[in-house]
């Protein structure tokens, strides 16, 4: 069971299972983020949120309460106290990442930010330049005008997970700058890739249909395409690629 926390992948232990699962069965109480750390919940089955009973060849899985979690004012607030006012009279603003959106200015100043943050590990800093936070930021912009309200919103959490991810094609995978640059332009071009790109957030997920993360099947097409034009060094990525991960070429920002 592993999920994936920006670019890292994460496995819960067998002790955070046992808490999710008792916090499901048992509910929870104040203790229970305390308990997520010591491997214990605490808990009544009085604030059970699943019940499950055994059957034949597996198990019943019962949704306790169902009306009441689907009720928006239910989810949507969890504390039954009224929006803070700001002094301009207005509800609060969403908490940075969740929902608040950002601009072009805000977007880049948030990357240049990460880039600082990232000073401290030499290993990871090395691989970032002002050309690859005009990159991804030019990118994004370039969906939502292209978009407007059908492409991803642009949150802190989207900006840091399209940053990320490009990072590490770059770092883990071994592409180089330049040649993710190319990549991603024959992207926008190509008549199925630029509808079916639209978050750089993506690149590194898997396909189902052959199991190769997107920034290759994209990066196979366009060795292709360069085949077809009688090109002579086209290449595939359908294995691991075992290049030295290091940038040697800085390319203007996105158009």
Not at 23 to 36: F, H, N, Q, V, Y
Not at 222 to 245: F, H, V
Request: proline residues 4%; hydrophobic residues 25%.
């Amino acid at each position: 069971m592993t999920y994936y926390a920006g670019a890292s992948p994460r496995t819960p232990s067998i002790k955070q299972i046992r808490v999710i699962y008792e916090s499901l069965t048992k509910g929870t109480t104040e203790g229970t983020a305390k308990g997520l750390t010591k491997g214990r919940a605490k808990g009544t089955d009085n604030n059970a949120i699943i019940k499950i009973t055994k059957v034949r060849g597996g198990m019943l899985i019962s949704i306790l309460n169902y009306e009441k979690y689907q009720e928006p004012k239910n989810y949507e607030r969890q504390d039954n106290k009224p929006p803070k006012k700001t002094h301009e009279g207005q509800g609060e603003r969403p908490h940075e990442g969740q929902s608040e959106k950002f601009t072009k200015s805000q977007t880049r100043a948030h990357l240049i930010s990460k880039q600082e943050e990232y000073k401290k590990n030499k290993e990871i800093y090395k691989y970032i330049s002002p050309q690859l936070i005009d990159f991804v930021g030019d990118f994004i912009f370039h969906i939502h005008d292209q978009k407007g309200n059908l492409g991803p919103d642009i949150t802190k959490s989207f900006i840091e997970n399209s940053f990320n991810t490009v990072l590490s094609l770059i770092r883990i995978d071994g592409f180089d700058f330049d040649y993710i640059h190319k990549v991603i332009r024959f992207a926008g071009k190509d008549k199925f890739w630029k509808e079916n790109l639209l978050s750089l957030a993506t690149l590194r997920t898997k396909s189902k249909s052959n199991q190769l993360k997107k920034f290759i099947n994209i990066a196979n097409k366009y060795e292709s395409q360069k085949l077809k034009k009688g090109g002579i060094n086209g290449q595939n990525y359908s294995k691991n690629d075992t290049r030295t991960p290091i940038i040697e070429k800085r390319l203007p920002e996105y158009e």
